[in-house]
């Protein structure tokens, strides 16, 4: 296949593509904006060309959320995923005893667990073994305390339980 060949800059007066007519604005020829916004990455690349035509001093490059100047990033333009800072999640497991059920409730001590429900997000997970039991028992967390988790069923369960508690630290928005 062969390469389209781009026209000189100085046929680009009158673009017809829309290669062209970003090319004819890159250069001066188009001093016109299109009737088409160009696109973050032209606008970026315009940018940057901007600045190397004004010997690379400060204040001329725009982000691509719009900031200008020396555009240095902060914690709120990348997500956590791309910059390394995860949100920290634990685990233990705890075992629900048969034996300990009392009026279909029991406690357990589960370290690492905070008082306060904004600190954390708590998921209990059954174990593979005790999955199909957890789930037919109605079993669930209903209440958090300083390293403990209180747990209700529907009916009691016959054999204990192992339960994986994931904890997620949390920050509240800004």
Known sequence: ?????????????????RTEEYLAHMAGKLVDLPAKQFSRLERYLKA????????????GVTS???????VVPVGTDYPP??????????YVSVALLAANWTNSAQSVSVPGV?????????QPV????????????????????????TFT??????????????????????
């Open 153 to 174: 069923c529907i009916s009691s369960p016959v054999s204990d339980l192992t339960i994986y508690v994931c904890m997620t630290e949390l920050e509240v928005a800004t």
């Open 126 to 149: 059954p174990a593979s073994a005790s999955r199909a039991e957890y789930e037919s028992c109605g079993v669930r967390a209903i209440a958090q305390a300083e390293n403990s988790l």
């Open 64 to 70: 691509f959320n719009e900031r200008t100047g020396d």
């Open 48 to 59: 940057i060309a901007d600045r190397i035509d004004n010997g690379g001093g400060g204040g």
């Open 81 to 90: 995923s791309l910059t390394g800072s995860q949100p920290q999640v634990t």
């Open 114 to 122: 905070s008082a306060t429900e904004t600190d954390q997000l708590i």
């Open 1 to 17: 296949m062969a390469k389209k060949k781009l026209r000189d800059v100085d046929d680009l007066a009158t673009p017809r593509t």
